[in-house]
C-alpha cells in the first residue's frame, strides 16, 4: 500500500473511532441531535468533558454533515455564548474541512486527472492561485451548496492550502456568526425579531456578495 493511501486510511480510521467512541460513551440518535435543543442537551452529558465534546462533534460535522450545519452553530452559540460559540464553531468547522481537504490532497490531482476526463476536469484545473480563491469563497457563500464537496474538489485541485483556507474562514465565518446568534437569540432573549432579521441577511447578504464577485470567478476570459 502507498504511503498516501496508509495516510488516507488512518484519517478515515481516526474519525469512526471518534464517532465510535461518542456512541459508545453516550449513545445517541441522529433524531435526537437534530435539533437545536437535543444538541444542547447530548453536549451537556458530557460534564466537564463537554466543551471539547462540542468542539469534536463540530470538526466530524464539517466532514460528516450528519446534523446540520445551522444546528450546530445554533446549539454552541446557547452552550458557549456568542464570542465562544463562533470560535468554536469556526475552529471546528475549517478544522475539518482542512481533514478532508488534506485526504482529497493525497489522493492526487493526477488520480482525479485520469478518471475524469471531463467537465469536472476543467472546472477543478481553474481551481487554482487567487481564481481558485475567489471560486472557493463564492462556494462558501451559497449555504445549499456541500460544503464537503467544496473540500473534496479543492483538495483535487491544484489550488494552495492556504489560499483554500483564508477562502474558507472568509466565506464560512458569516454563516457561523449568523447562526450563532440565531441559536443564542432564540433561546436565552427570545428575540424572535432578531432572529427573523439574521436570517433575511443570511439569505439575501450572499446572493449580493456572489453576484458582485461573478466577474471574478467566471471561467471565461482572463484570470483576476
Known amino acids: 500500500m502507498k504511503r498516501n493511501n496508509k495516510e488516507l486510511l488512518i484519517i478515515l480510521l481516526l474519525l469512526i473511532l471518534t464517532l465510535a467512541g461518542f456512541y459508545l460513551y453516550r449513545p445517541f440518535k441522529l433524531e435526537e441531535i437534530s435539533t437545536v435543543a437535543g444538541f444542547v442537551r447530548y453536549a451537556e452529558s458530557f460534564g466537564a ?19 446540520p450545519f ?75 451548496f456541500p460544503a464537503p464537496l467544496v473540500n473534496i474538489a479543492a483538495g483535487a485541485s491544484r489550488i494552495n492550502y492556504l489560499w483554500f483556507l483564508l477562502a474558507s474562514a472568509l466565506g464560512k465565518l458569516p454563516f457561523i456568526i449568523g447562526y450563532t446568534i440565531l441559536g443564542y437569540s432564540l433561546v436565552h432573549s427570545k428575540n424572535y425579531m432578531l432572529g427573523l432579521v439574521v436570517v433575511t441577511l443570511l439569505v439575501i447578504g450572499p446572493y449580493l456578495i456572489v453576484k458582485k464577485t461573478r466577474g471574478r ?3 471565461q476570459g482572463k484570470q483576476h
Do not use: C, D, H
Not at 468533558?49 to 446534523?67: E, H, K, N, R
Open 70 to 144: 445551522l444546528i450546530i452553530s445554533s446549539a454552541n452559540g446557547v452552550l458557549f455564548g456568542f464570542f465562544k460559540g463562533v470560535i468554536i464553531t469556526w475552529v471546528g468547522t475549517l478544522a475539518g474541512a482542512s481533514l478532508t481537504f488534506l485526504a482529497s490532497r493525497r489522493l492526487g490531482y493526477e488520480g482525479v486527472r485520469y478518471k475524469n476526463k471531463g467537465n469536472i476536469l476543467r472546472y477543478i484545473e481553474k481551481m487554482k492561485g487567487t481564481r481558485g480563491f475567489w471560486v472557493i469563497l463564492a462556494l462558501r457563500l451559497l449555504p445549499y
Open 49 to 67: 468533558v463537554m466543551p471539547v465534546s462540542a468542539f469534536l462533534i463540530t470538526v466530524i460535522q464539517a466532514v460528516v454533515p450528519a446534523v
Open 217 to 219: 470567478v467566471s471561467f
